[in-house]
């Protein structure tokens, strides 16, 4: 997945900034600990403020956008984080998991390396019925089809807690149902450049999808059908974010 991101990476850091609504959830999952590892750190979003943080990320495209005083990084994967045994008080894997070769070595490493664990991540199951998915673009749930589910998620961390992240009409983190209440940010390639939902798909199945949405939205289809959505300030669009181990 590392060429993935090498693509999308280019304009990532201004795409997808931090929504903060989300990063307070994730900023006080690991209370406590003085010490974090980000795995799959990309540019930098999400990354705790308080304490000794150390970012692991495989792609040198995304590197090259972390900001200056960003916390030190180191290029690696997370089937293999090159760090010692319980070197973190916790470890810390914002929309990555997905990407993982092989999520069950990823989730033992980060058992290995840090006590408590925190992921944010997505119900693959709500990713089937996002309307986005559903009625333009079902390839995508074909090509999740393999993705970790939540009971293996929550399997491989040894028991956990998972709490909703819903999201707000306006967010401002460019993921693939950021824009529920926006169909029209969709039809921005610069906004699907940032998206692997997108980046993963043959460009004629994206550009079939795109076109169908784009005459939806038109000719006021797509608000009829949606109507309901309208009037939400937030949707549970199937994010979660899961902890487990210790307190730190």
């Not at 005083?69 to 810390?92: Q, R």
Request: a negative charge; glycine letters at 8%; charged letters at 25%.
């Amino acid at each position: 997945m590392t060429q993935v991101y090498d693509a999308i990476g280019v304009d990532y850091a201004n795409l997808r900034r931090p929504e903060p609504r989300w990063a307070a959830q994730i900023e006080a999952a690991p209370a406590g600990a003085q010490s974090i590892v980000n795995v799959g750190a990309g540019s930098g979003s999400y990354e705790p403020a308080n304490g000794s943080v150390v970012a692991l990320e495989p792609s040198f495209v995304m590197i090259d956008q972390r900001p200056p005083g960003a916390a030190p990084v180191v290029a690696g994967i997370a089937e293999a984080l090159p760090f010692p045994e319980d070197s973190f008080d916790a470890a810390l894997a914002v929309l990555t998991v997905h990407h993982w070769r092989d999520p069950d070595a990823g989730f033992a490493e980060l058992r290995r390396v840090a006590s408590r664990q925190v992921v944010m991540t997505w119900d693959r199951e709500a990713v089937v019925d996002f309307w986005l998915v559903r009625e333009y673009l079902p390839e995508i749930a074909e090509r999740e089809a393999d993705v970790v589910t939540m009971r293996e998620t929550c399997a491989g961390l040894d028991t956990a807690h998972v709490e909703p992240m819903p999201v707000s009409w306006d967010c401002v983190d460019g993921c693939i149902a950021a824009y529920w209440r926006r169909p029209h940010a969709y039809l921005d390639a610069r906004v699907r450049a940032a998206i692997s939902g997108f980046a993963l798909l043959e460009p004629a199945v994206v550009e079939r999808g795109i076109a169908a949405l784009a005459a939806d939205h038109d000719n006021g289809a797509w608000q009829s059908k949606h109507a309901d959505l309208l009037d939400l300030d937030e949707l549970d669009a199937g994010y979660r974010l899961v902890t487990a181990g210790g307190t730190g």
